[in-house]
């Protein structure tokens, strides 16, 4: 797996990356209009996941402001189900643990709908280059988890 993260962060890939995440951030200051209060930790930290996913999923994903909501949603659940229960007995089914696991089943659903999408067609992503691998969409949700 390590080889496989270091294609995404070679810096030729990076440089390619790198207009298009400038252009994600000045998008996202735009929405953010002129007027009014923002929370800058809640709204920095959607430009940075987005400039992540950008790095480290595909264009389907950063391209499209509902899919990083709910990418973003997902893995709040992610980390939420990672409590001092599930540490201290992990077969236990806590609530926190079953939103986890949900919220695990939709990450793999969204990855495999791409991963399907992809049987016909190529993007220049990281993505594609797990599906070039022959990586499963499991060890791909893996990979991205």
Known sequence: MASLITTFIRPDALEHLFPLMIEDA???????GNHGAKD?????????????ARMTT?????????????????????????????IIVPWFPTPARLRKMIAGVQLYRMISA??????????????QAMIDKGLSPTETTIVSD
Do not use: Y
Request: net charge negative.
């Open 40 to 52: 800058p930790f809640e709204s920095l930290n959607e430009i940075v996941f987005t400039m992540a």
């Open 26 to 32: 000045l998008q996202a200051f735009e929405m953010w």
């Open 58 to 86: 595909c264009r389907e994903f950063s391209e499209d402001p509902k899919k990083i909501q709910a990418l973003i949603s997902i893995f709040k659940r992610l980390e939420a189900g990672s409590d001092h229960t599930s």
């Open 114 to 127: 791409v991963v399907l999408s992809r049987k016909h067609r190529r993007e220049d992503d990281p993505l």
